[in-house]
């Protein structure tokens, strides 16, 4: 097991083992356990009682989050000419179409996310493979495939987000920074656990949300009560 660091152990010492805290408890400590020279991200881990394994009750979804994520989120807008000027307008990073269909086949992905056309999906399939692992595959469900490419990329600019419940059944989200306000994380936190709540497939039984834990990229997790957020 790996040494704690001098700052680690101050920061796990601020943090009471084996309670649950609230989520608005938890939004304030975050910010007080962070010892990073740099902005922290915060992050938000809730355990589903799902099987992934069944359709019937795969949890993914699509949450704008109230202030956003605090991170310069880089787009790529892949379009037919006649709607690359509204793209850029919009706020898109990277606009075209088959120019940058080579460079992600050469290995290209330094970009966080692809809104496309249902036109241009066909190019994409082959590219599967290159974007399926990254989490980059558009998707009409996540509303990165559209004909309103400017919403599209204006959603995400302002901070949309999606997300997937993973093989464990566990949801990962970035939800903020820890220089925002205690409330401002606590809003994020709190839209994306409701908006989980909203999506529980009717299929799951026993206890949906099993636990919540709240981190920053070099802090020790803290453990919500479920039923306190």
Do not use: C
Request: proline content about 5%.
């Amino acid at each position: 097991m790996a040494k704690l660091t001098k700052k680690q152990k101050v920061a796990a010492s601020k943090i009471e083992k084996n309670k649950l805290y609230t989520l608005k408890e938890a939004s304030a400590l975050i910010k007080e356990v962070a010892s990073a020279k740099f902005d922290e991200s915060v992050d938000i881990a809730v355990r589903l009682g799902v099987d992934p394994r069944k359709a019937n009750q795969m949890v993914r979804g699509v949450v704008t989050l109230p202030h956003g994520t605090g991170k310069d989120v880089r787009v790529l807008a892949l379009v037919t000419p006649d709607k690359e000027a509204e793209a850029k307008a919009a706020g898109a990073d990277h606009v075209g179409l088959d120019d940058y269909l080579q460079k992600i086949k050469d290995g290209w992905t330094d970009i966080d996310v692809i809104i496309t056309m249902p036109a241009v999906m066909g190019k994409l399939g082959p590219l599967g493979r290159v974007l399926g692992p990254r989490g980059l595959m558009p998707n009409p469900k996540t509303g990165t495939v559209t004909m309103d490419v400017a919403k599209a990329v204006q959603e995400v600019k302002a901070g949309k987000i999606d997300f997937k419940v993973d093989k464990t059944g566990i949801v990962h989200a970035g939800i903020g920074k820890v220089s925002f306000d205690a409330d401002k994380i606590y809003d994020n936190a709190h839209e994306i656990v409701q908006t989980l709540i909203k999506l529980k497939p009717t299929a799951a039984k026993g206890t949906y949300i099993k636990s919540i834990h709240l981190s920053s990229t070099q802090s020790p997790a803290i453990a919500l009560d479920p039923k306190a957020v």
